[in-house]
């Protein structure tokens, strides 16, 4: 599977995934709607894989992205103490399971990958991820969301 | 007869999405018991019954595969029907965790419907 075909695939993966496991619609982002570098308070998270091949992916989501998360798969509301607490592990569940769907996609289902335990980024990581032109953008209820490949 | 249940995973979130939709299930479910790894589910295990274990592969400490085989290696939790909750999709590794006697595989994400009827295929029916 070529590049281009990976980035479609991704994105088709995050869609469904945000919608069947958080409850959330996502389109593409318009690169006019592009958050500006600097300027996007944002909260990221990586997980890396290894097995047949390795990589990593890394999520970055508009801040408020991760509560509304958290709310939609715990079933309370936005604004409750519990959504906010459990908002970065909402974060590092859905780029788990987008990992685990988007893998099987590119590879099949054969292949055996080991799938680290997802982690927090550090906030200089956010403008290089922000800049890679591979990188797939969306729009997810109201939150930019961005969402980077790097495979071996 | 309700149900008892113990949901192991890392993530407290996760662990309370789990008991959510075990409760739009429809089920009879009389407790949920939480464990946050195989460690905390085997220690937990050794002082209560349950009648069906779900449980992540990836976690700290002890991980799944080693929780299967710790229930297997006992006399008593290897009664108790495992079923594995994961992101992985690799046949091959699905193959091989069956291999050990697990009873059900869950790929993330997962339905009230699908859950329900692994427990239903376990556990059987419940008197109404």
């Known amino acids: 599977m070529n590049d281009v075909d990976k980035k479609t695939t991704l994105a088709g993966v995050i869609g469904r995934v945000f919608e069947d496991a958080a409850f959330v619609f996502t389109d593409v982002l318009d690169e006019s709607d592009k958050p500006a570098a600097g300027e996007w308070d944002a909260e990221g998270v990586e997980l890396t894989f290894s097995g047949h091949c390795t990589g990593t992916l890394r999520m970055w989501a508009g801040r408020g992205f991760a509560c509304y998360a958290a709310a939609n798969m715990l079933g309370i509301d936005e604004e409750a103490e519990g959504a906010r607490e459990k908002g970065m592990d909402a974060l590092k569940e859905l780029l788990n399971i987008v990992v685990g769907n988007y893998l099987p996609e590119v590879y099949g289902d054969k292949p055996v990958f080991e799938l680290g335990l997802p982690r927090k980024l550090p906030p200089e990581r956010l403008e290089q991820d922000m800049n890679d032109p591979a990188g797939v953008w969306l729009e997810a209820e109201g939150n930019a969301v961005v969402f980077t490949v790097d495979e071996g | ?128």
């Open chain 2, 1 to 128: 007869m309700a149900y008892t249940i113990m949901v192991v995973d890392d993530s407290e979130t996760i662990r309370a999405v789990v008991e959510r939709t075990l409760g739009m299930t429809g089920l009879p479910i009389e407790e949920v018991i939480h464990a946050e790894n195989g460690r905390d589910a085997l220690e937990k295990l050794r002082g209560k019954w349950v009648d069906i274990v779900f449980t992540d592969i990836n976690m700290p400490e002890v991980d799944g595969v080693r929780l299967v085989d710790s229930m297997n290696a006992d006399a008593e939790m290897s009664e108790i029907p495992v079923v594995i909750v994961s992101t992985e999709g690799s046949t091959t590794r699905i193959e091989e965790l069956r291999k050990k006697g697990i009873k059900g595989y869950l790929h993330k994400p997962f339905t009230p419907e699908a859950i329900r009827d692994v427990i239903l295929e376990n556990l059987g029916g419940w008197d109404e």
